[in-house]
């Protein structure tokens, strides 16, 4: 029986985690601040993290918020920003939770076409100038989830020109920021207009999926706003996995990680796009420059949904491209590489260009 392979889930392998490194800062945390590891805390996250984070982003502790995971800062964000009706632009595709997420809050959602380059913004401006009154744009900048494109310098100066003249909140969702392997960094869009953006970032993708430990950057009366809903939700998100990853941090642990990370993804990232050249010559892709992801299109009229069910029948999985639109994407595919040695990825796509043929061949026939 083939063993089974998954391009779905967007997490780090164990053998790229620092697991030694973890135990050792969970002995610090609990042996230098016991009572704060161990204690409930109070909305703000744990003390010590919360600063370290706001002298990374050059801002005052008030503008920070420490979360279970950033998708619990995605959820207190929109619960503070967005009511039934409101509009909010999203890329075309995005992330399908935070789709999932604005749609339950009754959100008029937006969606306008990514581009390599990232969001049309051409398109955002003909949306505003249409009469769309946005509350709120949700952007993945870097590496984005699910297709891997990374938003260029020029498109963050216009989206944040755009923001302030119709006077909608950015908001920066940037997980994958540091897993660059390629090329240059860019500047946050927090960091170029702070009064207009509200940034999110996790831990979850630099130290394991497993600590759970996101953060919000923004205005400190939005931030404050915020702690409200927080306190109200959970009186205090988890001291102890803040506590670890505080001393994780400060002790260069993180640092580390993200090299052998990088280096891990980048390795996978070049495997899979030569692997796809080869076994899927109809496969349309842009090779990752960082991050998880990799978006492929394949020939339109291609049944993704059949692709699904044929690649499952030989143990390999992936996410279809519908599962990140409101309507559309059938003939294409999320492949995430960041979970899968480069051997199970090269066995993955021989798997994939099988079913693709068989797919393929019945339509023909």
Known sequence: ??????????????????VEGLKAAADRAFAEDPAGATAYGTAIGYPPLRKWIAERHQVEP????????SMQADAFLFDALVEPGDSVIVERPTYDRTLLSLRNRGADVRMVELEPDGIDVAAVEREL??????KLAHIIPNFQNPAGYTLSAAK????LELARAHQFTIFEDDPYVALRFEGSPLESMLSMDGDTVV?????????????????????AELIARIVKIATSTYISPSMVSEAIVYQFCISGALERSIETV???LRERAKTLSEALRRELPDARFVEPQGGYFLWVDLPRGTDVGA????????DLQFVKGSDFVLEGAESSLRLAYSGVSPEEIEEGV??????????TAGVAA
């Open 350 to 359: 021989g798997r994939l260009a099988e079913a693709y043929r068989d797919v």
């Open 129 to 134: 100038l249409a009469g769309t009154a946005p």
């Open 262 to 264: 990088k280096h891990a």
């Open 199 to 219: 940034y999110a970032s996790s831990f979850s993708k630099t130290v394991c999926p497993g600590i759970r430990v996101g953060y919000l950057v923004g205005p």
């Open 307 to 314: 692709l699904f069910e044929a690649a499952a029948e030989r």
């Open 1 to 18: 029986m083939a063993k089974p392979i998954s391009f779905a889930r967007g997490a780090p392998s164990l053998d790229i985690v620092d």
């Open 62 to 69: 008030e503008h920070v918020l420490v979360t279970n995971g």
């Open 156 to 159: 963050r100066e216009r989206l």
